[in-house]
């Protein structure tokens, strides 16, 4: 596009400009007489050549004038801000996640299986649901925590989401009784000190700092109470969501596999601490939400999905290039800026009016 296309009325002037260069040119000539007639002898190259720096200063005096109209090649750019999250997952894989009383596709899995694949689609999206009721948390931070009697960091705050949710799926149910038990606290406050241990950098990327703790018991192991990661939690300004997994009360939990497959189960008391998960949330303006099958813990993470919204803000603009002055890229080929293709033809035709071309006056 050009900038100021009247400047090309100038154009109209080059025929002019070009009628004076060629009849200058043929009138340089000496007279001389001649006793032959009809005597024609063959132009040299030089005289077959002597066009050119006629040509050269039209086509110099062309360039200068496009200039004037500044041709401009413009090439739109979209900047994206984004403000993430920093999310910390922390999940409870103590023995007593055995318990099978969700569903996936009509078969009973244990509560982490279930835990695992809602999670997964909340950091990831849900790809496959018609209504994409989860998008993914594409410009957050998200790092993992699983706990049993002790709290065990599985991955940094990052943002390589494949990488974090190919660990949460490698995460198992303890099976030794010395590794069994519930360390709620313990895994708060790691999930606390993960999420205020990022750089300057991280930091002013992200607009908050979440934790969602995934549990089907109550504290029974570790050296923090719930309450006083939680109120340090709340120092940091740090907010929990607390999701308390599963039935209360009695839950089928298998007992081993026949030989056709069959699995085997028995029922055993189990119990969630509502309480202290309610008040963990109210005190870092949380939220507690209970979880009972796959369904309702897909619709927990969807509420978690709105109540923590990622801000993204888009800034479109063109990038022009002059190309009186810059080098630009046509058709696959670098041009040199217009002046200097003007000023270098200039230059040649002086050097040549000065030596090949060069004519008595």
């Known amino acids: 596009m050009l900038q100021h296309p009247w400047f090309l009325l100038l154009l109209a002037f080059l025929p002019l400009i070009a009628w004076r260069l060629w009849s200058n040119r043929r009138r340089r000539h000496v007279a001389y007489s001649s006793a032959a007639s009809n005597w024609h002898v063959r132009p040299s190259w030089r005289q077959r050549l002597m066009w050119i720096p006629a040509a050269m200063t039209v086509l110099a005096t062309s360039l200068m004038i496009l200039s004037l109209a500044r041709p401009r090649i413009g090439r739109d750019q979209t900047i994206v801000y984004s403000e993430g999250i920093a999310i910390e997952l922390?999940?409870?894989?103590?023995?007593?996640?055995?318990?099978?009383?969700?569903?996936?596709?009509?078969?009973?899995?244990?509560?982490?299986?279930?835990?695992?694949?809602?999670?997964?689609?909340?950091?990831?999206?849900?790809?496959?649901?018609?209504?994409?009721?989860?998008?993914?948390?594409?410009?957050?931070?998200?790092?993992?925590?699983?706990?049993?009697?002790?709290?065990?960091?599985?991955?940094?705050?990052?943002?390589?989401?494949?990488?974090?949710?190919?660990?949460?799926?490698?995460?198992?149910?303890?099976?030794?009784?010395?590794?069994d038990g519930t360390a709620i606290g313990d895994a708060i406050a790691l999930a606390v000190d993960k999420l205020s241990t990022l750089d300057e950098r991280q930091t002013q990327e992200v607009k908050s700092k979440v934790i969602i703790l995934l549990t089907d018991g109550e504290n029974t192991a570790g050296e923090i109470e719930p309450m006083q990661a939680a109120e340090l939690a709340a120092t940091m300004g740090i907010k929990i969501y607390t999701i308390g997994v599963g039935t209360k009360g009695r839950a089928p939990f298998p007992v081993r596999r026949t030989r056709s497959g069959q699995i085997l189960v028995q029922y055993e008391f189990v119990n969630i601490d509502e309480k202290t998960l309610r008040a963990i949330a109210e005190a870092t303006d949380g939220k507690y939400f209970r979880a009972t099958d796959t369904s309702s813990l897909e619709s927990i993470y969807e509420e978690i999905d709105q109540l923590e919204k990622t801000k993204v803000e888009t800034e479109q603009f063109v990038d022009y290039k002059e190309m009186a002055i810059q080098s630009t890229r046509l058709g696959g080929y670098r041009v040199p800026p217009l002046l200097l293709i003007a000023l270098c033809l200039v230059a040649a035709r002086v050097v040549l009016n000065h030596t090949i071309f060069r004519q008595l006056g």
């Open 90 to 179: 922390v999940v409870d894989r103590s023995g007593s996640m055995q318990a099978l009383d969700f569903k996936i596709d009509g078969a009973h899995v244990d509560r982490l299986t279930a835990i695992k694949q809602v999670a997964s689609k909340f950091v990831l999206g849900d790809e496959d649901s018609d209504g994409g009721t989860l998008p993914g948390r594409i410009s957050d931070l998200v790092g993992l925590v699983a706990f049993a009697g002790y709290a065990d960091a599985l991955t940094p705050l990052t943002l390589d989401h494949g990488f974090l949710v190919d660990q949460l799926k490698r995460t198992q149910i303890v099976r030794r009784r010395d590794e």
